[in-house]
Structures are given as C-alpha cells and as structure tokens.
C-alpha cells in the first residue's frame, strides 16, 4: 500500500485524485497545507504526493508551482478529476434550515450559481477543504447549516444528501499532479512539464516556442509564475507532448541553447479527461 501525502483530509477530492491514480492501492497522509505536503515527501515520510494544479474554473495554483521548484520535486504522473459538487446536511435537515455553507473557497466559487438562487442569506465559510466541512458540520451536528464536498466525504461522516450535482459548470475538471522525491525513468512518456527562463529581449519567448513547434512539440499548457524579488520577470511553466521521443530530445537540445535555467519537473504519461 502507497502512504500519499495530500492536503486535505479523507473525504477530499484530493483523495479522490489519489485512488483513482493508485487504483485504491493508497493510504492518504492528511496534511494542512500543501507546504506541509512537500515535507512529507522531502522528509520521506510518504511515498507520493497529489496535488492540484489547475482547476477549470479557478485555473492555476501558481503557488503550488513555486512549491514544486522550491522543493525539487519531480512530477510523475497527472490525473484530471470531474468534480461533481453535492449539498450534504445533517439528517433530518432541510432546505428550510439552511442559513450557512461551509466548503473548501474554489467549491463554493463552483456552486455560486446554485446558491445564489436557492441560498442568497446563507452565510458562506470558507474552510481549508470540503471533507473538512463535512466533518464539521457532522460533527457539530449544525441543524443549520449544510457543506458542499462529494458524496464520498457525506457517506464517510454520517451526513445525507440533500442536492446532487451543484456545479455552475458541469464540465469542471481539477487537474492534478503525482509527486515524488525522486524520479525513476518510466517507459511510454508522451508529456513533459519544463520550466524555464528566458531574456528580455523581442522574440526570447517566441523563439523557444518555435522551437517546440519545429519538433512537432505540441505545447499543452504555458504559465508564467513571477520570480519572487524580480519584479517583472517571470519563470515559464509549459507542458509539452509527443507522438515522437526523439522529436522531444531534440527539442530540449535545442531550447536549451535560447532559454536560461531550464529544468525538467517530469517526464510522465499524459492523463486522460473522461467525459462523464
Ligand atoms: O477540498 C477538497 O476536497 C480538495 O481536494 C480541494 C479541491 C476543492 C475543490 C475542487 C477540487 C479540489
């Protein structure tokens, strides 16, 4: 069994993104912040991590970025979720009941269509992730409040379903990362992130990006993340893939003589998005 490192406790979508990666094979190391997630796996205190990067709606965690950077991690595998979000209230509560709402902040953002229509006075409290409210309001036994998280986190703490499928956006996915201390080579990678930096000077960019394109390196992703302590310079994240490995060896010589600091985070398989 795989001891995983996630922010978050169980119940959470994050541990859903590991189960679904490890095909249950997991036991999730709960932790508060995703900082703490890092030391877990620095401190080999776990085997993997999970870890959001980017989610339809809210887009990208720049600070998991940097946390990926500072702590040389390596990415290994990614995972994208359909996040289904659900009302989960206390037995024998009703919509009548309701005057607060307790999630992780990116859910409630998801479901501010559905609340603003049926919930408009319902105090929000945003909470560092949606099992966590879950176990809250369970476990305060609120009669006046209901959380939003998956149906797994309302089976888990004893709450029932009061509404399913809540989401403004029903086609919302959460891309998320596999971490690891170490790298071990894998067969059959078709992705890649890189991050590097280039000069401020007309084309710097346009010229590693043509690169890519000359290889037949199709660009997934690009990201600019600001370098602490230099205003206006960015480093650049892209995820990259290929049909061709050689391509992607050739592209990376290359790219290596226009960009400063480039650094491969991973080589992995690419996730597939399920249309559920
Ligand atoms: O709060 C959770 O359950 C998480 O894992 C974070 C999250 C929140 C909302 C969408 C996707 C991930």
Request: glycine fraction near 6%; charge should be negative; hydrophobic fraction near 40%.
């Amino acid at each position: 069994m795989k001891r995983i490192a996630i922010q978050g406790i169980a119940g959470s979508f994050h541990e859903d993104a590991a189960r679904k990666y490890f095909e249950d094979d997991v036991e999730v190391v709960e932790c508060k912040t995703f900082t703490t997630v890092c030391e877990m796996i620095d401190a080999d205190k776990v085997d993997f991590a999970v870890m959001a990067i980017e989610n339809s709606i809210a887009g990208s965690l720049l600070n998991n970025y940097q946390l990926i950077r500072d702590f040389h991690l390596r990415i290994i595998g990614e995972i994208y979720l359909h996040i289904q979000m659900n009302l989960l209230v206390n037995e024998g509560v009703t919509s009548a009941d309701i005057q607060h709402i307790h999630s992780h902040p990116i859910a409630l953002q998801q479901c501010m269509e559905f609340i603003e229509s049926y919930y408009p006075n319902a105090k929000l409290h945003e909470k560092l992730d949606t099992a966590a409210s879950a176990k809250l309001v369970a476990e305060e036994k609120m009669i006046n409040a209901a959380a939003i998280g998956n149906l797994r986190s309302g089976e888990l703490y004893g709450l029932k379903t009061l509404e399913t499928g809540i989401e403004t956006n029903k086609k919302n996915y959460t891309r998320f990362l596999i971490l690891s201390k170490h790298g071990n080579p894998t067969k059959g990678t078709n992705k890649a992130s890189v991050c590097f930096e280039v000069g401020h000077f007309y084309g710097s960019l346009a010229r590693v990006l043509n690169t890519f394109a000359e290889n037949q390196i199709n660009l997934t992703k690009i990201q600019s993340v600001p370098i602490i302590g230099k205003p206006n310079e960015y480093t650049f994240h892209v995820d990259i893939e290929w049909e061709n490995g050689e391509n992607y060896d050739r592209a990376i010589h290359q790219v290596l003589k226009s960009a400063s600091s480039l650094s491969i985070l991973g080589e992995y398989k690419r996730g597939e998005i399920q249309n559920q």
